[in-house]
């Protein structure tokens, strides 16, 4: 039973303190130890937001002082008609995305792990496209997709169709750079979605055999339930990614053709790096942070809300 303060002994209150007094000091040794690593953090994570939220609300000069403009940066930004655009691209990209990216490293991973051999064969070849670097795969894609003598058009008129400008044309440059998209990353999602199916224990599995259940009914009713949480993350992780994306629109499209690829953080590059306009540059980086936000809390608490019910 609990002693509080009023009944305690001078004894006891004496012995309370001194525990307490020691449960301080050791919390200060591990704030202490702590600090160097919140040091770091703060100055590379926390002050360039910080500095990104005052710059936005300013007109940023590099060689004097910088003077406060309110909502001048947002307005510029709103009424520039790339916003809609760059807004839409990624809103297209992350659709694509979720179509021919999420849900295939599941099916994948399922498959891998329903396997009896070359489990591990497969793991590894399904791996390596992530350990090559983003500029030698956009180069070794950017060959594939070529208009003139690219593997693809070559492989398409082998077959008696019609040679395609991939990375030229409006309609097919999107799905051309989220397929190169999915290559890149799938590895990485499907080694995701295979640790979490080794939490999954094997009872379950030999309860359903045992019953009589099919592959397709123990998929169904054990497999996807136990992967939800991680699906869950994986697609705010995959739509938080997507709509960031710039390495691949910057050195395949430039954000052509007619703006088809350019994206808020190409439009960010642009304004700070091009046109050294940093006050609006920031007001764009604000924008990417408040929406991007508002969507990773409004999903994870849908998703919460239909757990519950």
Known sequence: MAITNASATPLQASKITTTRRFRWQEQIAAYGFLLPALIVYGLFAWFPIIKTVIFSFQKVSLNGPSTWVGLNNFNRM????????????????????????????????????????????????YFLPTVIPITVAILIWRLIYSADNGILNAAITAIGGESQSW???????????IVLLTWANFGSTILIYLAALQDISAEYYEAAEVEGATPFERIRYITLPHLRSTMIITFVL?????????TEPFLLTQGGPANATLTPVLM???????????????????????????FSVFYLRLSRNTEEN
């Open 268 to 294: 960010i590059y642009r304004k700070a790096f091009l046109e050294n306009d940093f006050g609006l540059a920031s007001a764009w980086s604000l924008s990417l942070i408040i929406i991007l936000s508002i």
């Open 78 to 125: 709103l009424i520039d008609p790339t916003f809609g655009i760059a807004w839409t691209n990624s809103i297209v990209f992350a659709s694509l995305s979720v179509l021919m990216g999420f849900l295939l490293p599941v099916f994948v991973a399922i498959m891998i792990n329903e396997m009896r051999r070359a489990r591990a064969f497969f793991r590894l070849a």
């Open 238 to 246: 995959q739509v938080i990614f997507v709509v960031q994306i710039f």
């Open 167 to 177: 990375l030229q044309n409006p309609r097919l440059v999107k799905p051309a750079i």
